[in-house]
């Protein structure tokens, strides 16, 4: 079956490292988006990629960095410089044109 | 940028009521979503719905366009029903833009 896998669904983090949660699709989606959700809130735009090797900044940019070096794969970064990282991250791919996202399952990331 | 907002934020019902969800959108969209998110933070598309209505079993969408606003409706509520709704719209070009969402808890 075609969907979004994101892994792993819970990651644990010590303050001042690095974390990569990764994102496949197999549904030959052209654009792939991460969202950012905390508590009780609606879901931010960090980063997102319409086309292979190019990607752009959504509304929350800051503290986090991707790379899009094949079409399947969209792996989102949280860097140190992200101060506040704990939150629900989740992945999304769409056809170019926006005819309707599908979204992976989610990572939920805690700073210990 | 387009703004959206959903009312009402929360919203609790017996099971077996309907509801009427409803998304106001600031400018024209191109795309319109309603999604479902579980208790276990998995988002489900609804309706994909820019104009017009859709019905699928219990659940039906109407967007009017032209006065930018969608309405979801939710009949014979069950508890599975039970998460958030969010509402998402794209603005000719730009992404999808995620309104706050309403909480629905539907009680046994």
């Known amino acids: 079956d075609g969907g979004i896998t994101q892994s792993p669904k819970y990651l644990f983090r010590k303050e001042g490292q690095n974390v990569t949660l990764s994102c496949e699709q197999n549904l030959n989606h052209d654009a792939m988006y991460w969202y950012r959700q905390d508590p009780g809130q609606g879901l931010r735009l960090i980063y997102y990629?319409?086309?292979?090797?190019?990607?752009q900044k959504g509304d929350i940019a800051e503290g986090y960095s991707v790379s899009r070096e094949k079409k399947e794969s969209f792996p989102l970064t949280v860097t140190s410089a992200q101060k506040n990282p704990t939150a629900f991250y989740l992945c999304?791919?769409?056809?170019?044109?926006?005819?309707?996202?599908?979204f992976g399952s989610g990572t939920r990331l805690t700073v210990v | 940028g387009i703004q959206v907002e959903q009312s009402p934020p929360d919203l609790i019902l017996q099971e077996g009521a309907n509801s009427t969800l409803r998304c106001n959108f600031s400018d024209s969209v191109n795309n319109l979503q309603w999604f479902h998110q579980n208790p276990w933070g998995q988002l489900i598309n609804l309706f994909y719905i820019p104009s017009g209505t859709k019905q699928n079993g219990r659940l039906s969408a109407t967007t009017v366009a032209t006065e930018r606003y969608s309405l979801l409706y939710i009949s014979s509520s069950q508890t599975t029903d039970s998460g958030v709704y969010f509402c998402a719209v794209d603005s000719y070009g730009q992404n999808f833009v995620f309104g706050p969402g309403t909480r629905l808890s539907v009680l046994p």
């Open positions: 990629s319409q086309i292979v090797n190019d990607f």
């Open positions: 999304a791919s769409s056809i170019t044109g926006s005819y309707g996202y599908t």
